[in-house]
């Protein structure tokens, strides 16, 4: 792996660490890059997983999320929509600036693939406190 894309994906996850109780997720950049013929866009995958405690602070993504739950299931409190249960194969959609919370329903914790799409060089994931 090159040196700018290890850099890139460890902004990304200083990024991420910031919204989530640190020591409640382990993070994991898988990539971060710009898209052709899309100027000023990039996509990012991050792999997380959480322990059976985690919840994030209220927050929004820039873009638009697609997440991937591999393990566990997680609870999905996007605003103005009812909370909704995801488990391990399944996947759902989160859109842009929407204010959220996520939290691990399951008692052994959860992993889950995020991919976003969504302006070039914003964090993934911005506070958004009441």
Known sequence: MNQTLMTLGG????????????AQADTTSILKT???????????????????????????HP?????????????IDV??????????????QEPPDRPMVARTLSSDGASFIVFQVGPEDEPIMVSQPE
């Open 11 to 22: 902004a990304t996850t200083l990024a991420v660490a910031s919204i989530l109780s640190p």
């Open 34 to 60: 710009t898209l052709e013929g899309m100027e000023g866009m990039e996509a990012n995958i991050v792999r997380f997983d959480v322990d059976k405690d985690w919840v994030t602070d209220r927050h929004i």
């Open 63 to 75: 873009g638009h999320v697609f997440v991937y739950v591999t393990e566990g299931s997680i609870e």
């Open 79 to 92: 605003e103005g929509q009812e909370a909704r249960s995801v488990s391990a194969g399944e996947a759902f």
